[in-house]
């Protein structure tokens, strides 16, 4: 199976022929009886790994299984913010495995992901913060990974619409900055793997829910039970995000996860404004434009776990004031469209990336609010252990077992807490 | 006055004419008009261009679903406005705006190039090129098309509105004041309920306010909507609310409705709001959100001129302007016949009806024929010209599945209707079943999922007589106390026939050339979604992301369901099987301002102050956010920074005594028979022991056995205890005690209650401590076996009642004066008052943490992070050995939390005496390292000590306190800094002075 | 913004309230006694049920009680809210949506 | 230029004032605690949730199940002795007092349009059927905890801890302008 070339050449090419020659990107396959392996949900990860699966071991008789549309979870409702300035050295690793792969990603799907390195700020607000912030600068540094203090002066010379004034509620007292960090254009991600994929021979398959996991004598994973059959396999890998509890439970595996309901907002598109991506813990504000122009922003998650997919209209309330604060000149502008996502939470916000104690069953969850940025890492070592039935080392501390002893990799309990 | 503007008649004030400016161009205009209707009353159809082609554009509609007329209402004023709507602002004299998205001028735009190379740039094609070089996304290509997209401008300054929230209740809310609207209202009201009733436009009434020829109860139907509007506002019980835009359904039926009271104004009121959020929870909600007409797609269809048929009658009979003055109406249903019928009363040449049905008949055709119009069955539209306004049509005849070309019209307005998209983004935003109606070719509310019914054409029933029964319906249904199960949907109501085309218009078998537009704004054409078909975009969601069909600012209002239809076609299934692409919040876009509300500035979040913040404020200090507090950190003399001014404050406690603000430390009054057991599971300490009086150190952990809290724990009788938190642990702290207290423990007898803000705390540390306070103290023996460290006692000072505890955050003899908040200012001023004879200095908290880092003392949330144990931060003496439980103790017994390699507290000195390491710096056991570097641990708290001359750091290290006197690296980006591993406690470690 | 019945305070808004997780998760009598495994099991395995879902809320800025609530987190609409001393009521799943109180 | 909109500057705006200084406790206790207590608070208290009960400046105010705030509104003597006086009364009964005299501040906010100002912030409904002269009840007003007592038909006891005062009265005072 071949793909089609995409480049500015084969635009102009076909442009003369009125576009007619485009095939579909990716295959519309009815699901084949058995597959060496299977992965559920089509969203990013899943389908990278499906990718990696078959590109770099070897593995192409895959299916991806996805109940709606593929990109429609998480992949296709998120901030696409990008970024690997973790504090602990496994998240560091992790995350920045991920950018490094971002930064070829395009040419290696042959589609254009849009990766753009545009800096990522975060900034600080209390003294507290510029402690946190400067103890990520140092271990980033000496991890390798880029990351840099700024003065507010510097903030707002990276950011021109940034407020620095020192009469606002909580003034801005420096921020932390990964250049390498930045953006890239979610859907492409879904889009350009399943069409890599596909070329690799990976079936991708739409409107599929998973109903049922069977499970051998031995209690290892057989078949997979779906709306479109049953379709056999030894090796499933679960990346479901918000749905992965329900999935797990049909193989009888619990998971320390809560799915909480996550949104996000655009404004109308204006000219550019905007040249990078402001990340505010302090005072809850995700902040980027689009190359389309619309101030994309990240709200915070609800209180209570849900599955409906839509959020509370005070918590968009606090996000804005919280952006009106920050960048006053953009009271005036327009919210154009809100939405939700389900996000799954574990108990020390790291993901889990792991075998499961049902042999030939594999999951991939736990990201709650930053899954995007690590969708090729991610992918890339959930593939190796499917793969191998082992841990790739980046992803060997992203067990489940580390909150039965104690190893978690707690991000945000660094961050602490206000004294 | 313009030939364009009728003799008379609609809604404009036609005694008060005044003048606008677009594009900088005078304009006239009566008030009473919209920027769209005084626009067209001036002959100005071009008024924008579209965001990817740069096409010429005109007024497309008369309403919020306008795609095409987007402005910047007073650009470069600080009430600069982008993105707004010309057929929602209304005119006020001397009103400036300009057009957007077009270089240099609107009608000369450089951009129009990219509609030339459209060939090239069809639906996704920046996912197929630009990857190469790998740097020249983010350098070259990505600029360019972040400089082509956008519309409008971001204001350069700082919006200077206000905006309001208010959250409102009532028995039923009603949402638009159509005839269903008006309707449900005053039967809602009739039958005694709280009524609300709010509609996006500047006027009540809906389509009513362009009728002219229905009738309502014998009198013209705008007459008898301004007459039931009249009893609904002198009703007390009903609120009206205009220019208020239902923007969003929430759950438990919260609406959001933003409200617009400045815009309309030529010189609004600073000291009013702008606009104003309501949060309006109804106990049932009619939705009465009308029908937006369809546009039909042909190509050409979005020339100048081009516009909606029930627009153009909106146009004439509303505002008094006629839109062209030879139209061809091209339609698919009998509404536009009565547009055709008002514009040839008012003088306009009709130069055709072309209308798709075959044999369209009935009272309006009849009309029309009788008024020598001449109507062309079973048309199509082959393409349009003209170039910045439509000039020409031309039109087929469809026969036997072939077209044929039928004539060429000249023209200088097209009049479109392909029927009405009932406004149902409410009812799906609240989460109610969307069913498809093929006899309606529409969308319509089924099953609800809240408190709600729909009434009127939002639910496809477009006949006035029968709106009116159905607004009537289930405004009585939706009044208070309804029978329960009420809230299911009425039965279908009759509909008026004819219900329009969906999708594109028939074409000859060989390609059109020019375009037909699907989504205006977005330059979505009928070939951008076959291609996307073709390359396997086959949900709907998947055609909206990769063609961007319904994606701009209208969010598909006009165009949605066209493009479902086409998608549908292509594929081969029906319309129902594609399904809809979900309706979000907002229906329309609304202002971050109006969001934000009145959090800003000073009251973005509460500023808690203590009762002496004045008067550190008016000695200079330097504040810090701490949660909501502000805290003094330092108190700069002339000329000091902030090392000099804590070096002099550390040299003053250390020396002679300072006096601290220590008010807004957490202070929880646990109070119970069970008091000391409750304690005892809580704490990692015993408190069985501790005597009344006396005081101890508490450890509070979270269940997985990380240190949570700390603070003093006083018992000041058998059954009470004042406990003190963190500034910012203080509400989590009890909301961690209620937790335990209810749910776990219910049976102890034990009550929590806050007392942080009952007592103000003045920390008076140093070795004059006790001279300083012992003038002011009454009914305590201040003497050092009476009252020895971390004991409490109870007396007088200044006249005020005193809780006095004898402890130190400094390790100097030291007291903090507890007193009832109001007596707070005074007795600082006079404890302030009586040291200045023993040399008191007032300071702040960095001095504070200076001091208590000289003695090792940890801040929680600074030396401990959420990962650490009791005895990582060397407080293993402090958990209570006897006991078999508390919380976060099992957590402490698995493996890896005694590990020897865990991160534990130790001190840090660098070895050349003078470099003051930075907090969360990195440390290595090995010189030299490139990265990835093994690293070792890091720098948590560190200061240069004025006591010591020296500089002093607190870090956690792996193993660390089998470290002590080794030598450690801190790698810094200008080369290492070594530094000796020390115990933590840097200054008298004997704690001979706390002691004295 | 969900409407919550507090069992002591009626019908109010969310805001006044705080989530408290799943409920009936009752703290082990003597925990020291449980192996690492079971002890994992109470500090983090969670239901994270899709559908009726038993969970706790406390109504912070009110009576300041926790209560037990069954929300259908598919809907989030509320079944039913019962006190803390209270045993979980036994409604099935209702078999369309209920509307708000 | 227009004026700016919201206030940033530190000083609590002059109106609405704040009460005179009152004297409040928490109490915590069953019934027999609240009988006992009435006795020397001279107030009976309310056994239906969120209802307060008032004789002459003293008042009770339902706050939970087993929760209640005693304020007087114009002390003849010093909290500490009224406390001893509840304290006696109480003896031997399982209880909880805490003096929070000085943790809050108040305000009255009055008028036809006292409604429409505390709902600027507050998310109940303060329409008098469902709001009734006499009912009490913690909520929220914006970001600030606050205690709603209506006192009369167009009248509303507002508490807040002290440090809230500021904001909640800066709050009411912008509100204001907007009806």
Redesign the interface.
């Known amino acids: 199976m071949s793909r089609q070339n995409?480049?500015?050449l084969?635009?102009?090419w076909r442009?003369?022929s009125?576009?007619?020659g485009?095939?579909?990107?990716?295959?519309?396959p009815e699901p084949k009886a058995a597959y060496d392996a299977i992965i559920v949900g089509g969203g990013g990860h899943g389908l990278g790994a499906a990718y990696y699966l078959a590109k770099e071991h070897g593995i192409g008789n895959v299916a991806v299984l996805e109940k709606?549309?593929i990109?429609?979870g998480n992949t296709?409702r998120n901030t696409t913010i990008i970024r690997s300035n973790y504090l602990f050295?496994e998240s560091a690793a992790l995350y920045d495995h991920s950018v490094k792969l971002w930064?070829?990603l395009?040419?290696e799907l042959?589609?254009?992901v849009?990766?753009?390195?545009?800096g990522v700020m975060m900034l600080a607000?209390?003294?507290?913060d510029i402690?946190?912030?400067?103890?990520?600068?140092?271990?980033n540094?000496?991890?390798?990974v880029d990351n840099e203090w700024l003065e507010p002066e510097q903030a707002k010379a990276f950011c021109p619409?940034l407020n620095i004034s020192s009469?606002?509620?909580?003034p801005v007292l420096g921020a932390a900055l990964q250049r390498r960090g930045?953006t890239a254009?979610h859907?492409?991600v879904a889009?350009?793997y399943a069409r890599a994929a596909d070329a690799l021979g990976v079936d991708i398959i739409?409107n599929c829910e998973v109903t049922a996991i069977r499970r051998d004598a031995g209690g290892a994973v057989e078949a997979l039970e779906t709306t479109r059959g049953v379709i056999r396999s030894h090796k499933v890998g679960v990346s479901a995000a918000g749905?992965t509890?329900?999935i797990m439970a049909m193989a009888g595996v619990?998971?320390?996860?809560?799915?909480y309901p996550l949104q996000a907002l655009v404004?109308?598109?204006?000219?550019?404004?905007f040249p990078c991506v402001v990340m505010s813990n302090t005072i809850h504000a995700y902040i980027s434009?689009s190359?389309?122009?619309e101030l994309v922003i990240g709200a915070g998650t609800d209180?209570?776990?849900?599955?409906?997919q839509?959020g509370?209209?005070?918590i968009?309330?606090?996000t804005?004031?919280a952006?009106?604060?920050l960048f006053?000149?953009?009271?005036?502008?327009?919210?154009?469209?809100?939405?939700g996502g389900i996000v799954?939470v574990t108990?020390d916000r790291s993901p889990i990336i792991a075998k499961t104690p049902v042999p030939g069953l594999y999951v991939n969850c736990g990201w709650g609010t930053g899954g995007f940025k690590a969708t090729p890492g991610s992918a890339h070592v959930f593939a190796w252990t499917m793969a191998r039935d082992q841990a790739h080392p980046i992803n060997a501390p992203f067990t489940i077992e580390r909150?039965?002893?104690?190893?978690?990799i707690?991000e945000?309990?660094?961050?602490?807490?206000?004294? | 006055m313009s030939v364009l503007r009728t003799p008379g008649g609609g809604r404009v004030d036609r005694e008060r004419s005044l003048q606008f400016n677009f594009d900088g161009k005078a304009y006239a205009a009566l008030q009473g008009d919209t920027l769209a209707s005084g626009l067209l009353a001036n002959g100005v159809h071009l008024v924008g261009r579209s965001?990817k082609y740069h096409r010429p554009r005109g007024i497309l509609s008369a309403g919020a679903e306008e795609p095409n007329a987007l402005v910047t209402v007073n650009p470069g004023a600080p009430?600069?406005?982008?993105?707004v709507l010309a057929t929602q602002v209304e005119l006020y004299p001397g009103l400036r705006a300009i057009s957007q998205h077009r270089w240099p001028s609107l009608q000369y735009d450089v951009g129009r190039v990219n509609d030339a190379l459209s060939?090239?740039f069809?639906a996704g094609?920046?996912?197929?090129?630009?990857?190469?070089p790998?740097r020249a996304?983010?350098s070259v290509y990505?600029?360019a098309?972040?400089?082509a997209?956008?519309?409008?401008?971001?204001?350069?300054?700082?919006?200077p509105?206000r905006?309001a929230?208010r959250y409102a209740h009532c028995d039923t809310l009603v949402v638009g004041a159509g005839p269903a609207g008006i309707a449900a209202a005053l039967a809602a009201a009739d039958a005694g309920a709280r009524v609300m009733l709010c509609d996006e436009q500047s006027e009540m009434g809906g389509s009513l306010l362009a009728e002219t020829m229905a009738r309502i109860d014998g009198v013209p139907a705008l007459d008898w909507a301004l007459r039931a509007l009249a009893t609904l506002a002198g009703n007390p019980r009903v609120t009206l609310l205009t220019r208020t835009t239902a923007f969003?359904y929430?759950?438990h039926n919260?609406l959001?409705l933003n409200q617009r009271l400045g815009d309309h104004r030529a010189d609004p009121d600073p000291g009013q709001p702008r606009q104003r959020l309501w949060?309006v929870r109804a106990r049932q909600v009619v939705l009465a959100t009308g029908a937006i007409e369809r546009p039909l797609v042909f190509p050409g269809n979005d020339r100048p001129g081009i516009l909606l048929a029930g627009a153009a009658r909106t146009y004439l009979n509303r505002y008094g302007v006629k839109v062209g003055v030879r139209v061809v109406v091209v339609t698919a249903t009998d509404a536009a016949y009565q547009t055709a019928l008002d514009l040839h009363a008012a003088g306009v040449a009709v130069a055709a009806i072309a209308d798709v049905r075959a044999q369209p008949v009935g009272v309006l055709p009849d009309a029309v024929s009788r008024a020598g119009i001449e109507i062309m069955p079973a048309a199509t539209v082959l393409g349009t010209r003209g170039d910045r306004r439509v000039s020409e049509i031309s039109l087929g005849r469809v026969q036997g599945g072939m077209v044929r070309p039928a004539a060429r019209l000249a023209c200088d307005a097209v009049l479109m209707s392909g029927g009405y998209t009932p406004s149902v983004h409410l009812f799906s935003q609240s989460?109610g079943k969307l069913v498809w109606n093929e006899s309606l070719l529409a969308f319509v509310p089924g099953l609800s999922a809240e408190c709600e019914r729909s009434a009127g054409a939002c639910r496809g029933v477009g006949d006035l007589t029968a709106a009116l029964e159905d607004g009537a319906a289930a405004g009585l249904a939706a009044a208070p106390d309804p029978v329960r199960g009420s809230w299911r949907p009425l039965p279908e109501a009759g509909t008026t026939g004819g219900c329009g085309w969906l999708g594109a218009l028939p074409q000859p078998q060989t390609?059109a050339t020019d375009k037909a537009f699907v989504d205006w704004q977005h330059d979505v054409t009928t070939?951008d979604l076959a291609?996307a078909a073709?390359?396997?975009?086959?949900?709907i969601?998947?055609v909206k992301?990769?063609t961007?069909t319904g994606?701009a600012?209208d969010?598909g209002k006009t165009s949605n369901l066209n493009a479902l239809s086409i998608v549908a076609s292509g594929l081969g299934v029906p319309i129902s099987q594609v399904g809809l692409t979900?309706f979000?919040?907002?229906y329309t876009?609304?202002?971050?301002?109006s969001?934000?509300?009145t959090?800003?500035?000073?009251l973005?979040?509460p500023?808690r102050r203590t009762p002496m913040h004045h008067w550190a404020q008016a000695r200079g200090a330097v504040f810090?956010?701490?949660?909501l507090w502000k805290r003094a950190?330092y108190f700069p003399r002339a000329g000091e920074d902030m090392h000099a001014a804590v070096a002099r404050e550390c040299r003053a406690v250390r020396s002679a005594c300072g006096i601290f603000d220590a008010t807004t430390l957490g202070k929880i009054e646990v109070v119970g028979a069970d008091a000391v057991e409750f304690m005892n599971r809580l704490y990692v300490n015993s408190w069985t022991n501790l005597a009344v009086g006396r005081s101890r150190y508490g450890i509070l952990l979270r269940e997985?056995?990380?240190v949570y809290d700390d603070g003093v724990v006083a018992r000041t009788a058998a059954d009470r205890f004042h406990v003190t938190t963190?500034?910012?642990?203080a509400p989590r702290v009890l909301a961690m005690m209620e937790d335990y207290r209810q749910t776990e423990w219910p049976q102890l007898k034990v009550w929590l209650t806050s007392t942080t803000e009952q007592w103000a705390v003045i920390a008076v540390q140093g070795p004059n401590a006790r001279r300083v306070i012992a003038p002011l103290v009454e009914g305590i023996d201040l003497g050092a076996s009476a009252l020895p460290h971390m004991a409490v006692a109870r007396g007088r000072i200044c006249g005020a009642p005193l809780l006095l505890f004898r402890v130190s955050f400094t390790g100097e003899l030291g007291y903090e004066i507890n007193v009832p908040a109001d007596f707070g200012a005074t007795v600082w001023e006079a404890v302030h008052a009586a040291g200045q004879a023993h040399g008191m200095t007032v300071y702040g908290t960095e001095t504070m943490h200076v001091l208590r880092a000289e003695k090792g003392y940890i801040?929680?949330?600074?030396d401990?992070?959420?990962?650490v144990t009791p005895d990582d931060a060397g407080l293993s003496w402090a958990i209570g050995k006897s006991k078999a439980d508390f919380v976060g103790k099992r957590?402490l017994e698995?493996?890896?939390?005694r590990a020897p390699t865990r991160k534990q507290l130790v001190g840090l000195r660098s070895r050349d005496g003078r470099t003051v390491l930075?907090?969360?710096?990195?440390i290595?056991a090995l010189p030299g390292?490139q990265?990835?570097?093994q690293?070792i641990g890091?720098v948590t708290s560190s200061y240069y000590s004025a006591a010591l001359d020296h500089p002093i750091a607190l870090a956690l290290v792996a193993g660390g306190r089998t470290r002590l006197g080794q030598t450690l690296y801190v790698?810094m980006?200008r080369g290492e800094i070594e530094v000796e591993v020390t115990p933590p406690v840097f200054y008298d470690p004997k704690g001979e002075r706390l002691n004295a | 913004?969900?409407i919550i019945v507090c069992p002591f305070c009626g019908k109010r808004p969310?805001?006044e309230?705080?989530?408290g997780?799943q409920a009936h998760i009752t703290r082990p009598e003597r925990p020291s006694e449980l192996d690492?495994?079971a002890?994992?099991e109470f500090?983090?395995?969670?239901?994270?049920t899709?559908g009726i879902?038993a969970?706790r809320w406390r109504h912070a800025r009110g009576c300041g009680r926790f209560f037990n609530a069954l929300?259908d987190?598919?809907?989030?609409h509320f079944v039913a809210t019962y006190r803390i001393d209270e045993p979980q009521p036994q409604i099935e799943q209702p078999a369309e949506p209920v509307p708000p109180p | 230029m227009p004026e700016q909109a919201a206030p940033?500057d530190d000083a609590a705006p002059p109106w609405p004032p704040l009460l005179a200084p009152a004297t409040r406790f928490i109490l915590h206790g069953n019934a027999a605690v609240r009988a006992a207590a009435t006795a020397a608070w001279g107030v009976p208290f309310a056994e239906e949730a969120c209802r307060a009960r008032l004789l002459g400046s003293r008042a009770t105010l339902w706050m939970g199940p087993d929760e209640y705030l005693l304020l007087d509104r114009a002390p003849a003597e010093a909290a500490g002795d009224t406390a001893s006086g509840l304290e006696r009364a109480m003896a031997g009964l399982d209880h909880a007092l805490v003096d929070v005299s000085h943790r809050q501040v108040a305000v009255e906010i009055n008028g036809a349009h006292a409604g429409h100002i505390l709902n600027g912030g507050c998310p109940l409904d303060l329409d008098l059927k469902e709001f009734p002269v006499g009912m009490c009840t913690r909520t929220l007003f914006a970001k600030a905890d606050i205690v709603l007592w209506r006192t009369a038909a167009d009248a509303f006891h507002v508490e807040m801890w002290r440090s809230f005062g500021d904001y909640v009265r800066a709050l009411l005072a912008e509100v204001a302008r907007d009806c």
Request: with cysteine; aromatic share 12%.
């Open positions: 995409f480049s500015a084969s635009l102009l442009g003369l009125r576009h007619g485009w095939r579909e990107q990716w295959r519309k709606g549309w990109g429609g296709g050295n930064e070829g395009s040419q042959d589609y254009n849009m990766f753009s390195p545009r607000h209390t003294v507290h402690q946190v912030f400067k103890r990520h600068v140092h271990a540094r000496c991890n390798g619409p009469d606002i509620r909580y930045g254009r859907d492409a889009w350009g739409e749905h509890s329900v619990r998971l320390p996860l809560e799915s404004s109308e598109p204006i000219k550019p404004i434009q190359d389309k122009g209180a209570y776990t849900s599955y409906t839509r509370a209209l005070h968009n309330m606090h804005l004031d952006i009106c604060e006053p000149n953009f009271r005036r502008l327009a919210m154009l469209r809100n939405w799954d108990p909150f039965r002893d104690g190893y978690l707690d945000a309990a660094a961050a602490a807490v206000a004294h | 965001f009430r600069d406005t982008p993105n060939a090239f069809p094609f920046y996912y197929k090129t630009f990857k190469w790998q996304w983010k990505e600029p098309i972040r400089r997209a956008g519309l409008g401008r971001a204001p350069a300054t700082a919006d509105d905006y929230q969003g929430f759950p919260l959001g949060m989460r390609t070939r291609l073709r390359e396997g975009f086959r949900s969601e998947h992301r990769y961007t994606m600012t969010q979900t979000r919040m907002p876009p609304v202002p971050f301002g969001f934000a509300g959090s800003r500035g000073a973005f979040d500023v810090e956010n701490v949660g950190r997985d056995g990380f963190t500034t910012g642990g801040i929680v949330g600074q401990t992070d959420g990962t957590s698995r493996a890896s939390m930075d907090e969360g710096a990195q290595a390292q990265p990835p570097m690293l890091h790698p980006p | 913004m969900l969310e805001i309230f705080t989530y997780g690492d495994q002890w994992a500090l983090y395995m969670r239901s994270n899709k879902h969970e929300r987190t598919t809907t989030d | 940033l």
